[in-house]
């Protein structure tokens, strides 16, 4: 067993709008162990970018981290001072987002934004900085780095914006890396390029990530963990093997049915039926429950997050005592979908 | 053959002009659309694939003369519509419909569902006036709208919903086709999923023609039944899906295929990474357009370019592709002068992208 670098314990963050409190983490519980990749997949709407940002630190007014604990490496990060957030962020733990355009600063060139991170965080002057910028370009597999590194972010495709992007994030070899859907706005070949490059520089630095992605294929190619998120809260988490192979919560379930594939032949998709809750609209129970095809009496109530048998942790009245609804329920019909 | 045949674009080219120096004349083109040629049958779903830029949408919008197309032919049922007036093409627009990627931008915020299909049904006389109310509800209860729904504003739907305002919308006006074009991207999967079985069962119901423009492989392989595959404005391999899917011939459908991450973790593909980027279609490279980043490119890929021709042997129906080496690539005899399966490797050799950038560096310097 590896230690743990990150360790959440029920993570509360709300929004409060026109005197509403709309929780939009709500309750989220979870390890990332050391050099390893944690997954958070969910659909638009479901908390995991603000659970990440949480992390960070980086919730603004009228958001508020109203509970919990983030312990990063002993640290207790929901209340370090201001001043000890900002060496953390960047120096130990570091962000990729979706969109490389609008988080590159379009009026500097990519030295002079690599350069910035090493000032800060190490103290390098301009001679060294650009140094290291250079090799970090390299390392990201940006060809003629030493030409490159005087381009404005205009001047690069998409892939390479995000190629340096990661090149920021990594510049000072964190510990954790969050990237948030780093390749939503790729293409899909640029997508595969930019995926393995994370993992043979997670390999080379030995840092953790956290990958946060709305895609199951992303999911399957990258994670060792995977956390299904759903309304804010984590509804199933399982390695990633046990979860493709063995999905419990009526929503993975439904999400790998829905999925259209590429690798096989499939007669029929099976949707789920509705679409997600409106935030101020959310079911006191189990959050799931109004979309759910097995959905009982007791589902009014909202069911814990427990660990099953086979290793998967889940959170559906379905597999415990309590149950009230068909006996012996099939979740999963694997012959249906394979 | 020729009878069973509901849409025919030949030889299709859509250049946009680049203005610009003195008096703002037009100083180059983007080359969008480059001479293709591809047929849809009656009742049959039709994909255009392929990455941004590589001119799927731009195909789609002049088949519907949203842009004027700068030349080649489309033929719609029989009659050639590239030489229609504006009215009979207004006419032509009721038998062929699109539906557009976002719906939060492609409906008027400030109409009803029930003002939006009203007007749609308007402008193009469908249905008498005092009959209208009763095809709404029935066009609404058919997408899977409730009808007390009906005097809602756009706002008032989720993303999946608007979406199928948009297809209500489409099939007001009893089209023979409908384009598609990124219909289903913006959406959730749960909600995708409810989409994409709507849009099957409206074409068994109503026997429609669906040209389907996408980048999501997953999707184009459970709806489709023939895929085009474009890349920088060219067609590469066109064919059945099944061919395309199980037998890639194109070095550029093999690395897109190859490309996409498989939901299953204990099923990893070999990858074949690509070095470059797509290089710009103001200027696309001479010969076969995908030689700066194809592993398998030689000298003659640089200046010759390939047909589209059918080139399998193994899979029967029709499967064409426009690459040199198709079959010798296939059989093992030509090999790859990069490794393509090392991204570190791909990402160094940049190719033809790297030699034009330097370029321009050098200029910029000067």
Redesign the interface.
Known sequence: MSENILDINDLRTSFFVEGNEIKAVDGVTLQVPEGKTLGIVGESGSGKSISALSILQLIDDPGKIVGGSIDFNGEELTDVKPSRMRNIRGNEISMIFQEPMTSLNPVYTIGQQLRESYKIHEGLGKKEGTKRAIEMLEMVGIPSPDKRIDQYPYELSGGMRQRVMIAMALACKPELLIADEPTTALDVTIQSQILELIKELQEEIGMSVIMITHDLGVIAETCDYVAVMYCGQIVEYADVETLFDNPKHPYTVGLLNSLPRHDMDQDELIPIKGSVPAPDEMPAGCRFAPRCPHASNICSQMPALETQEDGNDVRCWIYTDQWDGEKGVKVYDRESTS | MTENQLLKVANLKQYFPIKGGFLGRTVNHVKAVDDVSFTINKGETVSVVG??GCGKSTTGRAILRLDEPTEGKIEFDGQDIVSMNKNEMRKMRSEMQIIFQDPYASLNPRKTVRQTLNEAMEIQDVVPKNERNDRIIELMETVGLQRHQIDRFPHEF?G??RQRIGIARALSVNPKLIICDEAVSAL???????V??LLKKLQREYDLTYMFIA?????????SDRIVVMYLGKVVESGDTKAI?ENPQHPYTK???????????????E?I??RG??PSPIDPPQGCRFHTRCPYATDKCKTEEPLLEEKDSVMTGSHDVACHYAKDIQSGRHKPTYEMTD??K?????GGD?ES??KE?EDAKN
């Not at chain 2, 980048?215 to 709806?223: M, N």
């Open positions: 990455e941004s989720s999946g919903q959730d999967v749960s909600i995708q999923a409810q994409l079985n980048h999501d492989l997953g999707v184009v392989r459970h709806i899917f690395a897109l295929l190859s490309a996409i991450p498989v939901p299953d973790p204990k099923n990893k593909s990858r990474f690509l980027d797509v991204v570190r791909a990402l160094d050799e940049e790297n950038t330097g560096l």
